[in-house]
């Protein structure tokens, strides 16, 4: 087993050397132009991306050239147990990558830290770990593509793709990136014996190999409804490329002007005052807010965008670290460090992983702050109640300003945010009908005693996670109370078929995907559970499951199977559906029939 690990270290030393070289070079190119550990995150996910296609290759041509029957029987017929061989093949790969990709990533983390006067933090240390994980998991995807079956095994590419859509953050993406490449580290033990072709007798085994293919069918199927929808743009029909959309639906919601929306909301309304509102809305300006996504968590390896902000007067660039809590200077010039700003004349630590969002104001999920130029120093405006989150950071509205929190809007008296910089207390507390993650953007009007605010509720109806869009229209008075003055339900613009065909097509892999994408992730105020589904889809789900069912009966009739091991893939395609189906006929053939010999036939 050392002896492998040997030769292949020294077989594959100098491609390795070369590419940790390339790695380090673009690296340290980069890292002189800009600061690499403040950069947003589609920067992170480019790199760890081309990771991925970096080990995917080297998988795919490592054990490609194994793969050749000669080679590969050469190989397995040693004195040593398979999982030996293939434990010292994706070693020495594993070791190599290591080199490669995460070594780079700790001398510029080193020369950035030591060197330098900007920020490195211990959340940044743990980025060539995340990057090694990435680059193996991409190699184990390819080197079990090239072993396994060639008619299924490509489906393992897959696995690595949930990095982009998980929703854990620090050392937790760490564990989800450990699992996916345990999981595909098993999926490389099942394929490496004698004949990889010939599907494991062990039903967790199969169990193992059939749910990435499953989980590709099903993917397979619902990007095939994309198709659909260019049909439907081709011949003119499609809502989204309508000249006018239809009425009464989300698009027109969505895209509507905030008077016009105002108007929507209000149409129907038989309180005396909606005439008058009508007239006030024609000739008022219409503030719309959109709400968060996501906020900075404290350790986060990656940044929603640079937390830094520029003091043009002093020249001196601020950078939040998540170590000390505070922001860390250096100037712009020399580059040259400039000490630490806190909250306060006193210099306190921020409560949380805190970012710049306009001109000299900050924000985290507790407070909102403003950086005074004249002082140099941060002082907290404004303050989210107990047992709240920041959903939108404040912006103006008439005369005053405007925030969300995860539960309610609140107005703060504008007069008092420009002319000082004590905590303000909010004038007016509007609470919101629904959670703010099925929120899709929030429309206020001025009127001459108080505020109308439209609350729209489209956001996850093209996903099937809404299935209940609505407008809802509030009166508050400058008392601070609060009344509904309009209500009204949206139609959904697409069939239900169409939007929840996620759903339909298999109940089962839909929660294994929302599971594998909630995987060791904290929960966040910001995000909204999925709605249940309509009765009909239900049904539909029903009867795809049962159809699926009914086919695998008739399909492992034609193929070899134990008796036991039939049934197990009947019950498994009635609880999975038709991917489960289109996985059993991908990945056992059907059986064959020896040829009858023709009977003479008398003259």
């Known amino acids: 087993m050392l002896d492998i690990f040997k030769s292949e270290l020294q077989r594959f030393r100098l491609w390795a050397g070369a590419a940790g070289i390339l790695n380090l070079v673009v690296l340290a190119f980069l890292s002189r132009m800009v600061d690499m550990a403040q950069q947003p995150t589609f920067v992170y996910q480019a790199f760890g991306a081309a990771y991925a296609v970096a080990g995917a290759a080297f998988g795919l041509y490592q054990m490609g050239s194994y793969r050749k029957p000669n080679q590969w029987l050469n190989l397995l017929h040693r004195p040593l147990h398979r999982l030996q061989i293939a434990g010292a093949l994706t070693a020495a790969v594993s070791l190599l990558l290591l080199l490669a990709v995460a070594l780079p990533i700790v001398l510029v983390a080193v020369y950035q830290d030591t060197l330098t006067a900007r920020v490195v933090d211990a959340r940044h240390w743990l ?130 002007e905030g008077k016009d929306l105002m108007l929507l909301g209000i149409r129907n309304s038989r309180d005396p005052e909606a005439a008058l509102w009508r007239e006030q809305i024609a000739l008022s300006d219409v503030v719309t807010r959109y709400p968060l996504r996501m906020l900075p968590h404290l350790g986060d390896m990656t940044n929603p965008q640079p937390m830094e902000f520029v003091d043009g007067e002093r020249n001196v660039d601020w950078v939040f670290s998540h170590d000390r809590l505070r ?84 107005f703060y008296p504008g007069r008092e945010a420009t002319n000082g910089l004590d905590l303000l207390q909010p004038l007016l507390r509007v609470p919101m009908p629904a959670a703010v993650g099925k929120l899709s953007r929030m429309d206020v009007v001025e009127l001459l005693d108080g505020y109308l605010v439209s609350y729209t509720y489209t956001w996850g109806v093209w996903s099937g996670e809404l299935q209940q869009p609505f407008q809802q229209v509030l009166r508050v008075d400058g008392a601070g109370h609060v009344r509904e003055v309009a209500r009204r339900a949206l139609a959904l613009d697409l069939p239900s078929v169409y939007t929840d065909r996620n759903t339909w097509l298999s109940p089962a892999i839909r929660v294994i995907c929302l599971g594998a994408q909630d995987l060791f992730a904290a929960k966040t105020p910001l995000r909204a559970a999925p709605e249940p589904m309509p009765a009909p889809i239900l049904w539909l789900a029903g009867a795809c499951c049962l159809l699926s069912l009914l086919g695998a009966v008739w399909l492992t009739g034609r193929q070899s199977h134990s008796p036991r091991g039939r049934w197990g893939w009947v019950l498994l395609c009635g609880v999975v559906g038709l991917p489960a189906l289109i996985s059993l006929w991908i990945m056992l053939p059907r059986r064959e029939c020896l040829p009858v010999d023709a009977q003479p036939v008398a003259a």
């Open 127 to 256: 980025l060539p770990l995340a990057a090694w994980l990435i680059a193996v998991s991409g190699y184990l995807a390819g080197a079990y593509a090239m072993i396994g079956n060639r008619r299924y095994s490509f489906a393992a590419f897959l696995l690595p793709n949930l990095f982009m859509y998980a929703q854990a953050s620090g050392i937790a993406m760490l564990g989800v990136q450990c699992v996916v490449g345990v999981f595909l580290a098993v999926l490389v033990a099942i394929a490496f014996k004698p004949d990889p072709s010939l599907l494991s007798r062990n039903p967790a085994a199969v169990l193992a190999v059939a749910l990435p293919v499953q989980v590709g069918a099903y993917f397979l199927i619902w990007m095939l409804g994309f198709g659909m929808e260019l049909l439907w743009t081709a011949s003119g029909t499609h809502p989204l490329n309508m000249p006018t959309p239809p009425k009464g639906g989300t698009i027109e919601a969505d895209r509507a």
């Open 327 to 410: 922001f860390v200077g250096h100037g712009n010039l020399d580059r040259r460090a400039r000490g630490e700003l806190g909250v306060g004349v006193g210099q306190a630590a921020f409560p949380d992983a805190t970012m710049p969002f306009a001109a000299s104001y900050l924000y985290n999920a507790r407070a909102i702050y403003q950086y005074d130029d004249a002082e140099g120093r941060v002082f907290e405006r404004i303050r989210v109640p107990q047992g709240e989150v920041m959903a939108s950071p404040p912006q103006p509205a008439g005369d005053n300003l405007l925030a969300l929190s995860d539960r309610a809007a609140y």
